[in-house]
């Protein structure tokens, strides 16, 4: 279960935030909005919502997932791979000490994104990805061991980020798109199938027994009502435009 969540309030730069889509510039009052409702659906699920100022520094900075890996037994402060959003990290670091006593940092040349991790049990999968690279990706394997978890890593092929197109809902279930349906790092879980044309909504978050998943994608929906969770949607259709999905926006701990 968890008690905390960290989110940012989106920055006007955020309409030059990196993307590799071309849906259009995102529009940042809609932008807003869809923030301000992503942030209700999060309280709706029993949890401490810590909302963090907007920083005009750095367009991408709502994405607070990508900087820390909050685990429970320590929070791990990444080096980006995207070199614009380095600063991040000492942006939120005072945050995240607020809340963790343990906290381990990875250092150059490694760098990884925490889009890349997914948590299952006390085991994280790493993507190895255009963002999280194979030194990163071991210096975070060696500090999860350290601290009572596991690691292992997974060779990304077509995606930004390994929750790109997986998302574990707990009890066993993973909802996979794409290349991620047949791999067999996760052959052992119970694979919800999400088509190719509703893949954004592979990204999807359980919190404490409720899944906020995008608003639009009926078949997805449909699925994940079908395994007996609560469903709350959000739109996040103007973050999609830079690449961000519904975990993106929330460090959960």
């Known amino acids: 279960m968890f008690k905390h969540i960290i989110v940012r309030t989106p920055c006007r730069a ?15 009052d809609r932008a807003l909005e869809q923030h301000n409702a992503y942030i209700q ?3 709706q699920c029993d949890v401490d919502v810590t909302i963090l100022p907007a920083s005009e520094d750095y367009p991408d900075s709502v994405f607070v997932e990508d ?74 394997i060696a500090l999860l061991e350290k601290h009572g978890m596991t690691g292992s890593v997974v060779r990304l092929e077509e995606v930004l980020h390994l929750k790109t197109g997986l998302s574990y809902l707990e009890n066993n279930n993973l909802l996979a798109t794409g290349e991620f349906v047949t791999k067999p790092d996760f052959r052992h879980l119970n ?6 044309t509703e ?3 592979a990204n999807s978050i359980w919190v404490n027994g409720r899944v906020i998943m995008p608003a639009g994608y009926p078949v997805a929906l449909r699925k ?22 519904v975990s993106c926006m929330s460090l959960r701990f």
């Open 67 to 140: 900087p820390v890996l909050c685990t429970p037994n320590c929070a791990i402060l990444n080096r980006t791979g995207a070199e614009s959003r380095r600063g991040e990290t000492a942006l939120i670091a005072d945050t995240i000490r607020r809340f963790y006593d343990k906290i381990e940092t990875i250092t150059a040349p490694g760098t990884v994104e925490a889009g890349d991790i997914m948590m299952v049990g006390k085991h994280f999968y790493i993507g190895h990805s255009a963002r999280t690279n194979p030194e990163g990706a071991q210096q975070m």
């Open 224 to 245: 994940v009502k079908a395994l007996g969770y609560e469903v709350i949607e959000v739109d996040t259709s103007e973050f999609r435009k830079i690449d961000g999905g």
């Open 41 to 43: 659906a999060l309280r």
């Open 199 to 201: 893949s954004y909504a």
């Open 191 to 196: 694979i919800i199938e999400i088509p190719a």
């Open 14 to 28: 955020l309409v030059n935030g990196l993307t590799s889509s071309d849906l259009g510039t995102p529009n940042y």
